[in-house]
Protein backbone atom coordinates (compact mmCIF):
# COMPACT_ATOMS: atom_id res chain seq x y z
CA UNK A 1 0.00 0.00 0.00
CA UNK A 2 1.50 3.33 -0.83
CA UNK A 3 1.76 6.08 1.18
CA UNK A 4 3.14 9.84 0.56
CA UNK A 5 6.73 9.51 0.98
CA UNK A 6 7.31 5.65 1.01
CA UNK A 7 5.73 2.34 0.56
CA UNK A 8 4.46 1.11 4.08
CA UNK A 9 4.60 -3.27 4.07
CA UNK A 10 1.77 -4.44 6.12
CA UNK A 11 3.28 -7.98 6.60
CA UNK A 12 5.45 -8.11 9.93
CA UNK A 13 8.79 -8.50 9.51
CA UNK A 14 10.07 -12.00 10.64
CA UNK A 15 11.80 -10.57 13.48
CA UNK A 16 8.82 -9.14 14.52
CA UNK A 17 6.77 -11.93 14.02
CA UNK A 18 9.15 -13.72 16.49
CA UNK A 19 9.03 -11.13 18.92
CA UNK A 20 5.41 -11.38 18.90
CA UNK A 21 5.23 -15.31 19.14
CA UNK A 22 7.92 -15.02 21.71
CA UNK A 23 6.60 -12.71 24.05
CA UNK A 24 2.86 -13.75 23.52
CA UNK A 25 4.15 -17.65 25.00
CA UNK A 26 5.94 -15.78 27.93
CA UNK A 27 2.70 -13.95 28.57
CA UNK A 28 0.43 -17.42 28.02
CA UNK A 29 2.79 -19.72 29.99
CA UNK A 30 4.48 -17.16 33.07
CA UNK A 31 2.29 -14.33 33.20
CA UNK A 32 -1.08 -15.53 33.00
CA UNK A 33 -1.25 -18.34 36.13
CA UNK A 34 -0.40 -15.50 38.19
CA UNK A 35 -2.26 -12.30 37.05
CA UNK A 36 -5.34 -12.98 39.24
CA UNK A 37 -3.61 -13.52 42.59
CA UNK A 38 -0.56 -10.76 41.84
CA UNK A 39 -3.84 -8.32 41.57
CA UNK A 40 -5.56 -9.45 44.16
CA UNK A 41 -2.13 -8.89 46.59
CA UNK A 42 -1.11 -5.57 44.59
CA UNK A 43 2.29 -7.23 44.61
CA UNK A 44 4.70 -6.49 41.97
CA UNK A 45 6.59 -9.11 40.75
CA UNK A 46 10.42 -9.35 40.53
CA UNK A 47 10.21 -12.84 39.16
CA UNK A 48 7.92 -11.56 35.83
CA UNK A 49 10.05 -8.22 35.55
CA UNK A 50 13.11 -9.99 35.78
CA UNK A 51 12.13 -12.95 33.23
CA UNK A 52 10.74 -9.97 30.53
CA UNK A 53 14.52 -8.52 31.41
CA UNK A 54 15.63 -12.11 30.50
CA UNK A 55 13.38 -11.79 27.22
CA UNK A 56 14.92 -8.59 25.94
CA UNK A 57 11.63 -6.83 26.12
CA UNK A 58 13.24 -3.53 27.90
CA UNK A 59 15.96 -3.92 25.35
CA UNK A 60 14.58 -3.74 22.26
CA UNK A 61 14.71 -0.09 21.29
CA UNK A 62 18.32 0.22 22.87
CA UNK A 63 21.22 0.09 20.30
CA UNK A 64 23.30 -2.93 20.18
CA UNK A 65 26.23 -0.76 21.58
CA UNK A 66 24.54 -0.43 24.49
CA UNK A 67 23.50 -3.57 25.60
CA UNK A 68 19.84 -3.93 23.50
CA UNK A 69 18.90 -5.49 20.21
CA UNK A 70 19.03 -2.38 18.14
CA UNK A 71 15.45 -3.04 17.07
CA UNK A 72 12.54 -0.76 15.91
CA UNK A 73 10.20 1.06 18.00
CA UNK A 74 6.80 -1.37 15.74
CA UNK A 75 8.92 -4.03 17.59
CA UNK A 76 8.65 -2.29 20.84
CA UNK A 77 5.09 -1.95 20.20
CA UNK A 78 4.09 -5.41 19.23
CA UNK A 79 5.55 -7.03 22.55
CA UNK A 80 3.97 -4.40 25.00
CA UNK A 81 0.53 -5.25 22.82
CA UNK A 82 1.25 -8.88 23.59
CA UNK A 83 1.79 -7.99 27.26
CA UNK A 84 -1.78 -6.01 27.21
CA UNK A 85 -3.38 -8.81 25.92
CA UNK A 86 -2.72 -10.88 28.48
CA UNK A 87 -1.86 -8.30 31.82
CA UNK A 88 -1.79 -4.45 32.04
CA UNK A 89 0.13 -4.48 34.81
CA UNK A 90 3.43 -5.91 33.44
CA UNK A 91 2.80 -4.45 30.04
CA UNK A 92 2.67 -0.63 32.11
CA UNK A 93 5.85 -1.75 33.81
CA UNK A 94 7.54 -2.38 30.45
CA UNK A 95 6.02 0.43 28.56
CA UNK A 96 7.18 2.67 31.82
CA UNK A 97 10.29 1.08 31.46
CA UNK A 98 11.26 1.82 28.03
CA UNK A 99 9.21 4.53 26.78
CA UNK A 100 9.64 6.46 29.94
CA UNK A 101 13.14 5.40 31.63
CA UNK A 102 15.04 4.28 28.92
CA UNK A 103 13.89 6.79 26.15
CA UNK A 104 15.00 9.92 27.71
CA UNK A 105 18.27 8.51 28.05
CA UNK A 106 18.93 7.16 25.04
CA UNK A 107 17.75 10.03 22.92
CA UNK A 108 18.98 13.04 25.08
CA UNK A 109 21.82 11.64 27.38
CA UNK A 110 25.44 11.95 27.49
CA UNK A 111 27.53 9.61 26.20
CA UNK A 112 28.30 9.00 29.44
CA UNK A 113 25.02 8.80 30.63
CA UNK A 114 24.09 6.35 28.03
CA UNK A 115 27.26 4.24 28.97
CA UNK A 116 26.49 4.16 32.43
CA UNK A 117 22.74 3.54 32.43
CA UNK A 118 21.58 1.84 29.03
CA UNK A 119 22.98 -1.45 29.63
CA UNK A 120 21.63 -1.99 33.07
CA UNK A 121 18.20 -0.46 32.06
CA UNK A 122 18.47 -2.48 28.69
CA UNK A 123 19.16 -5.99 30.70
CA UNK A 124 15.60 -5.25 32.85
CA UNK A 125 18.64 -5.47 35.69
CA UNK A 126 17.12 -1.93 36.83
CA UNK A 127 14.38 0.26 35.87
CA UNK A 128 14.24 4.07 36.07
CA UNK A 129 11.07 6.51 36.69
CA UNK A 130 9.63 9.55 34.93
CA UNK A 131 9.37 12.31 37.59
CA UNK A 132 6.98 15.07 35.79
CA UNK A 133 3.56 14.45 37.43
CA UNK A 134 2.79 16.45 40.30
CA UNK A 135 -0.29 16.88 43.04
CA UNK A 136 -0.88 20.39 41.09
CA UNK A 137 0.34 19.59 37.62
CA UNK A 138 -0.74 16.81 35.51
CA UNK A 139 -2.38 17.76 32.00
CA UNK A 140 -0.75 21.48 32.53
CA UNK A 141 3.01 20.24 33.00
CA UNK A 142 4.52 23.54 32.98
CA UNK A 143 2.88 24.01 35.66
CA UNK A 144 5.33 21.76 38.16
CA UNK A 145 6.76 23.32 40.98
CA UNK A 146 9.37 21.07 42.00
CA UNK A 147 13.14 23.64 42.07
CA UNK A 148 16.34 22.84 40.95
CA UNK A 149 18.51 25.49 42.20
CA UNK A 150 22.02 25.90 41.21
CA UNK A 151 24.95 26.29 44.04
CA UNK A 152 28.35 28.07 43.98
CA UNK A 153 29.94 24.75 43.32
CA UNK A 154 27.87 23.74 40.44
CA UNK A 155 26.20 21.69 42.28
CA UNK A 156 22.00 21.38 41.89
CA UNK A 157 19.59 21.83 45.03
CA UNK A 158 16.47 20.02 44.44
CA UNK A 159 13.25 20.12 46.57
CA UNK A 160 9.48 18.91 45.25
CA UNK A 161 7.56 16.44 44.56
CA UNK A 162 5.80 13.65 42.11
CA UNK A 163 2.92 11.48 41.80
CA UNK A 164 1.14 8.72 39.77
CA UNK A 165 4.95 7.64 38.95
CA UNK A 166 5.04 4.17 37.81
CA UNK A 167 8.17 2.25 38.68
CA UNK A 168 9.03 4.67 41.29
CA UNK A 169 9.38 2.48 44.13
CA UNK A 170 10.20 -1.10 43.05
CA UNK A 171 13.70 -3.22 44.40
CA UNK A 172 15.22 -2.85 40.95
CA UNK A 173 14.42 1.05 40.98
CA UNK A 174 17.91 2.37 40.34
CA UNK A 175 16.48 6.12 39.94
CA UNK A 176 14.22 8.91 38.42
CA UNK A 177 14.32 11.58 35.56
CA UNK A 178 13.22 14.74 37.16
CA UNK A 179 11.31 17.91 35.49
CA UNK A 180 12.23 20.68 37.70
CA UNK A 181 11.79 24.69 37.05
CA UNK A 182 15.62 25.78 36.88
CA UNK A 183 15.02 29.22 36.62
CA UNK A 184 12.40 32.03 35.93
CA UNK A 185 12.38 34.79 33.07
CA UNK A 186 11.98 38.35 33.73
CA UNK A 187 8.05 37.43 32.96
CA UNK A 188 8.23 34.78 35.52
CA UNK A 189 7.95 32.34 33.12
CA UNK A 190 9.66 28.62 34.36
CA UNK A 191 12.93 27.22 32.71
CA UNK A 192 12.42 23.95 33.04
CA UNK A 193 15.03 21.31 33.13
CA UNK A 194 15.25 17.52 33.57
CA UNK A 195 18.06 15.51 35.97
CA UNK A 196 18.89 12.21 36.41
CA UNK A 197 18.59 11.68 40.11
CA UNK A 198 19.61 8.40 41.66
CA UNK A 199 17.58 6.24 44.72
CA UNK A 200 20.27 6.77 46.95
CA UNK A 201 20.77 10.52 47.02
CA UNK A 202 20.14 11.82 50.42
CA UNK A 203 16.97 13.59 50.72
CA UNK A 204 15.36 11.25 47.60
CA UNK A 205 12.12 9.18 49.04
CA UNK A 206 9.81 6.90 47.29
CA UNK A 207 6.40 5.70 48.65
CA UNK A 208 4.26 3.09 46.78
CA UNK A 209 0.83 4.35 46.35
CA UNK A 210 -2.09 1.85 47.27
CA UNK A 211 -5.64 0.58 46.69
CA UNK A 212 -5.52 1.65 43.12
CA UNK A 213 -8.40 0.36 41.24
CA UNK A 214 -6.47 -0.45 37.62
CA UNK A 215 -2.82 -2.15 37.20
CA UNK A 216 -2.49 -3.14 40.35
CA UNK A 217 0.70 -5.25 40.32
CA UNK A 218 2.15 -2.57 38.64
CA UNK A 219 3.76 -0.11 40.61
CA UNK A 220 2.96 3.25 41.52
CA UNK A 221 5.01 6.01 43.73
CA UNK A 222 4.90 9.22 45.15
CA UNK A 223 8.51 10.54 44.96
CA UNK A 224 9.67 13.42 47.44
CA UNK A 225 12.91 15.22 47.07
CA UNK A 226 13.97 17.28 50.19
CA UNK A 227 17.37 18.79 49.79
CA UNK A 228 18.07 16.80 47.17
CA UNK A 229 22.33 17.71 46.11
CA UNK A 230 23.19 16.29 42.46
CA UNK A 231 26.18 16.89 40.12
CA UNK A 232 26.26 18.98 36.94
CA UNK A 233 26.71 15.67 35.21
CA UNK A 234 23.56 14.38 36.48
CA UNK A 235 21.75 17.26 33.90
CA UNK A 236 20.01 15.50 31.20
CA UNK A 237 20.86 17.17 27.95
CA UNK A 238 21.02 20.68 27.94
CA UNK A 239 19.78 23.27 30.92
CA UNK A 240 16.07 24.57 29.66
CA UNK A 241 15.56 21.85 27.38
CA UNK A 242 13.73 19.90 29.88
CA UNK A 243 9.79 20.71 28.89
CA UNK A 244 10.63 19.98 25.26
CA UNK A 245 12.57 16.52 26.05
CA UNK A 246 9.93 15.46 27.88
CA UNK A 247 6.69 16.63 25.76
CA UNK A 248 9.25 14.75 22.88
CA UNK A 249 9.68 11.39 24.89
CA UNK A 250 5.46 11.60 25.73
CA UNK A 251 5.02 11.72 21.99
CA UNK A 252 6.35 8.00 21.64
CA UNK A 253 5.34 7.18 24.89
CA UNK A 254 1.66 7.31 23.66
CA UNK A 255 2.33 4.74 21.10
CA UNK A 256 2.79 2.40 23.95
CA UNK A 257 -0.32 3.48 26.14
CA UNK A 258 -2.55 2.90 22.45
CA UNK A 259 -0.70 -0.66 22.50
CA UNK A 260 -1.94 -1.44 25.74
CA UNK A 261 -5.44 0.06 24.65
CA UNK A 262 -4.91 -2.19 21.47
CA UNK A 263 -3.68 -5.40 23.84
CA UNK A 264 -6.14 -5.01 26.57
CA UNK A 265 -8.78 -4.85 24.27
CA UNK A 266 -7.59 -8.34 22.10
CA UNK A 267 -7.36 -9.83 25.20
CA UNK A 268 -11.17 -8.87 26.60
CA UNK A 269 -12.76 -9.36 22.93
CA UNK A 270 -11.18 -13.33 23.55
CA UNK A 271 -12.06 -14.45 26.55
CA UNK A 272 -15.58 -12.61 25.36
CA UNK A 273 -15.57 -14.72 22.05
CA UNK A 274 -14.97 -18.03 24.11
CA UNK A 275 -17.63 -17.00 26.65
CA UNK A 276 -20.21 -16.84 23.89
CA UNK A 277 -19.08 -19.91 22.08
CA UNK A 278 -18.91 -22.07 25.29
CA UNK A 279 -22.63 -20.29 26.85
CA UNK A 280 -25.22 -22.12 26.83
CA UNK A 281 -29.08 -20.49 26.92
CA UNK A 282 -32.17 -21.18 25.01
CA UNK A 283 -30.65 -24.64 23.78
CA UNK A 284 -27.66 -23.06 22.25
CA UNK A 285 -24.54 -20.94 22.52
CA UNK A 286 -25.22 -17.13 22.63
CA UNK A 287 -22.47 -16.42 20.26
CA UNK A 288 -25.61 -17.96 18.19
CA UNK A 289 -28.13 -15.18 18.92
CA UNK A 290 -27.40 -12.09 16.49
CA UNK A 291 -27.42 -9.56 19.62
CA UNK A 292 -24.19 -11.39 20.73
CA UNK A 293 -22.58 -11.79 17.14
CA UNK A 294 -23.14 -8.68 16.33
CA UNK A 295 -21.24 -7.15 19.41
CA UNK A 296 -18.47 -9.20 18.55
CA UNK A 297 -18.22 -8.39 15.60
CA UNK A 298 -18.28 -4.80 16.07
CA UNK A 299 -15.30 -5.58 18.84
CA UNK A 300 -12.73 -7.37 15.52
CA UNK A 301 -13.80 -4.70 13.60
CA UNK A 302 -12.78 -1.91 15.82
CA UNK A 303 -9.69 -3.74 16.88
CA UNK A 304 -8.41 -4.65 13.69
CA UNK A 305 -8.78 -1.08 13.04
CA UNK A 306 -6.71 -0.33 16.16
CA UNK A 307 -4.32 -2.15 15.18
CA UNK A 308 -3.53 -0.47 11.70
CA UNK A 309 -4.04 2.87 12.89
CA UNK A 310 -1.10 2.26 15.22
CA UNK A 311 1.13 0.53 13.06
CA UNK A 312 0.43 3.35 10.51
CA UNK A 313 1.75 5.94 13.53
CA UNK A 314 4.46 3.66 14.63
CA UNK A 315 5.73 2.89 11.28
CA UNK A 316 5.24 6.77 10.50
CA UNK A 317 8.17 7.25 13.66
CA UNK A 318 10.51 4.27 12.50
CA UNK A 319 10.78 6.17 9.39
CA UNK A 320 11.99 9.20 10.72
CA UNK A 321 8.52 11.15 9.60
CA UNK A 322 6.55 13.88 11.89
CA UNK A 323 4.33 11.42 13.93
CA UNK A 324 3.24 13.43 16.79
CA UNK A 325 -0.40 13.65 15.45
CA UNK A 326 -0.58 10.36 14.26
CA UNK A 327 0.66 8.95 18.32
CA UNK A 328 -2.21 11.41 19.81
CA UNK A 329 -4.86 9.93 17.32
CA UNK A 330 -3.50 6.67 18.27
CA UNK A 331 -3.38 7.10 21.61
CA UNK A 332 -6.87 8.32 21.75
CA UNK A 333 -8.31 5.65 19.21
CA UNK A 334 -6.90 2.69 20.83
CA UNK A 335 -7.69 3.83 24.65
CA UNK A 336 -11.37 4.34 23.70
CA UNK A 337 -11.94 1.09 21.71
CA UNK A 338 -10.41 -0.57 24.45
CA UNK A 339 -13.06 1.25 26.98
CA UNK A 340 -16.10 -0.11 24.51
CA UNK A 341 -14.44 -3.44 24.11
CA UNK A 342 -13.96 -4.34 27.78
CA UNK A 343 -17.52 -2.72 28.71
CA UNK A 344 -18.97 -5.15 25.51
CA UNK A 345 -17.05 -7.93 27.22
CA UNK A 346 -18.40 -7.84 30.60
CA UNK A 347 -22.04 -7.51 28.94
CA UNK A 348 -21.27 -10.32 27.19
CA UNK A 349 -20.96 -12.12 30.29
CA UNK A 350 -23.39 -11.19 32.34
CA UNK A 351 -22.59 -11.08 35.77
CA UNK A 352 -20.15 -13.35 35.61
CA UNK A 353 -18.51 -10.81 34.25
CA UNK A 354 -18.77 -8.69 37.75
CA UNK A 355 -16.81 -11.55 39.38
CA UNK A 356 -13.00 -11.33 39.93
CA UNK A 357 -12.36 -15.09 38.85
CA UNK A 358 -12.90 -14.01 35.25
CA UNK A 359 -10.54 -12.02 33.83
CA UNK A 360 -12.92 -9.77 32.23
CA UNK A 361 -13.63 -7.84 35.32
CA UNK A 362 -9.55 -7.33 35.30
CA UNK A 363 -9.75 -5.90 31.84
CA UNK A 364 -12.73 -3.21 32.55
CA UNK A 365 -10.60 -2.01 35.42
CA UNK A 366 -7.36 -1.45 33.36
CA UNK A 367 -8.62 0.03 30.35
CA UNK A 368 -9.19 3.01 32.63
CA UNK A 369 -6.36 4.65 33.28
CA UNK A 370 -5.59 4.48 29.11
CA UNK A 371 -7.52 7.44 28.70
CA UNK A 372 -5.78 9.51 31.79
CA UNK A 373 -2.46 8.13 31.50
CA UNK A 374 0.46 10.03 29.68
CA UNK A 375 -2.08 12.92 28.16
CA UNK A 376 -6.13 12.85 29.05
CA UNK A 377 -8.45 11.59 26.04
CA UNK A 378 -9.20 15.73 26.58
CA UNK A 379 -5.53 16.77 25.98
CA UNK A 380 -5.14 14.05 23.30
CA UNK A 381 -8.08 16.03 21.69
CA UNK A 382 -6.51 19.44 22.01
CA UNK A 383 -3.83 17.94 20.21
CA UNK A 384 -5.38 17.09 17.47
CA UNK A 385 -7.55 19.92 17.32
CA UNK A 386 -4.09 22.19 17.18
CA UNK A 387 -3.04 20.18 14.21
CA UNK A 388 -6.26 21.03 12.11
CA UNK A 389 -5.86 24.34 12.57
CA UNK A 390 -8.70 24.78 15.52
Known amino acids: ?30 IKPLAHDLDEKEEFSLELTRGLGELGVFGI ?28 SQAATVAAGVSLGVAPILYFGTEEQKKKWLPRLASGEALFAFG ?16 AVENPDGTWT ?37 FIVEKDAPGFTARTMHKKLMWRASNTSELFFSGVKVQASAMLGKRGAGSKQMLKTLDSGRLSIAAMGLGCAQGAYEEALAYAQARQQFGKPIARFQAIAFKLADMALKIEHARWFLYRACWLRDQGKPFGTESAMAKLYCSEVAQWVANEAV ?23 LQIGEGTSEIQRLVISRAIGC
Do not use: W
Not at 132 to 147: H, I, M, V
Not at 166 to 191: F, H, L, Y
Not at 347 to 369: A, S, T, W
Open 1 to 30: MAFPGGTMDFELTDEQKTIRETVRKFAETK
Open 61 to 88: IVPEEYGGQGLDYSSYVIAVEELARVDG
Open 132 to 147: LTEPEAGSDSRGSKTK
Open 158 to 194: IDGAKIFITNGSTPMTAGAIVQAVSAKNEKGDPEFTC
Open 347 to 369: QIHGGYGLMKEFPVERFYRDQRL
